[in-house]
C-alpha cells in the first residue's frame, strides 16, 4: 500500500489548510484509494453526528483521488451520495474507493464510508468525463442517464 502525498490548501487531505478533514490516502496495488478516519466537533452537524457535508466532501475527494491516480485528466459533472445512516463523532470510520465502470469518455466511480463494525453507512457514485464539460450531451454509466 503506497501513502500518498498532502496537496497545498485541498480542503480535505491538504497539509496547508488549517480547516482540512486531516484525511491521509493510500493507494492499495489494485488501484483503490483508501483511508481511516476519525471525525471531531469541527465536523459536527446535528445531534453530535458527523456533517452531512463534510461525509459527500471526503467521499468525493477519495473517488476523485482515484480517477486522477489512475492517469485520467477528468472533470466531475454528477456526484451521487447514499446517507444509510448517521455517522458518530470520535468513532473510526474507514473509506474506500475505486473505478467501476468507463463507457467512452465517462469514467465511474463507487465508494464508501463504514463504520468500525463494517456497516456502509454512506455510499456514492461519480461520473467524471475525460474531457471538461462544454456542450450539452449525455453520457451513460451503470443504466444511469445524466447530462452535462
Known amino acids: 500500500m503506497k501513502r500518498l502525498p498532502k496537496p497545498g490548501f485541498v480542503f480535505v487531505c491538504g497539509k496547508e489548510n488549517p480547516h482540512n478533514i486531516d484525511a491521509t490516502w493510500h493507494e ?32 468525493g475527494e477519495a473517488m476523485g483521488a482515484v480517477v486522477w491516480r489512475a492517469g485520467f485528466n477528468v472533470a466531475l459533472v454528477n456526484l451521487t451520495i447514499d446517507y444509510h445512516q448517521p455517522l458518530p463523532l470520535e468513532k473510526p470510520v474507514s473509506v474506500e474507493a475505486h473505478l467501476a465502470d468507463r463507457e467512452g469518455r465517462a469514467i ?3 465508494g464508501e464510508i ?35
Open 28 to 59: 492499495r496495488e489494485d488501484g483503490a484509494i483508501i483511508t481511516e478516519i476519525v471525525f471531531t466537533l469541527a465536523q459536527e452537524g446535528l445531534a453530535s453526528h458527523t456533517h452531512d457535508g463534510a461525509l459527500a466532501a471526503l467521499l
Open 114 to 148: 463504514r463504520l468500525a463494525d463494517g456497516t456502509a453507512a454512506v455510499t456514492g457514485r461519480g461520473i467524471y468525463l475525460e474531457e471538461p464539460p462544454s456542450a450539452h450531451s449525455a453520457v451513460r454509466c451503470s443504466g444511469s442517464l445524466r447530462t452535462r
Open 108 to 110: 465511474c466511480t463507487r
